[in-house]
């Protein structure tokens, strides 16, 4: 599976490349040089919007990609060259925030967050995700509508983008 390093531009394409399971580093204030050699050690592809930038990785000898235009053009565009599911499988999601792995946490094991949520979505839901790096709990709440339609969106431009090519 493909790894990504991302630049502080590109928080968007970050969270969405974290959500479908992808192991991406983004961290807003990374110097360029950190991210090079994040490609460089790990083998991550570098994902930028920065020209400059994207030339240096090129010397290097280092895979980039070079994304302009909106944001979900952008998204889309990823997802379609390194062959993503527009989709966020639960048992798969990265943390957004750190880019940790998630725990499920079903039944009895949502004791374990209880102190970390209002005791309203505590009783209101049965599963939780919880983040081993940073503590983030994450649970299917009224934002994850709108997590599906967005998927669907790029699914829908990834189609479009398919058809001109085509
Ligand atoms: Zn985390």
Redesign the pocket.
Known sequence: MTKFVVDAMLGRVALWLRLTGNDTYYSPDAEDEKLLTLAQEENRVLLTSDGDLHQRALKQELESRLLRGEVDDKVAEVFETYDIKPRVDTSTAR?S??N?SLRVLQGEEKREIKDKVYAQTYDHYDVFWL?E??G?VYFQGGYWKNVVKYMERIDQLMNEEKRMMG
């Open positions: 943390c925030k750190c940790g983040c790096d940073c983030s």
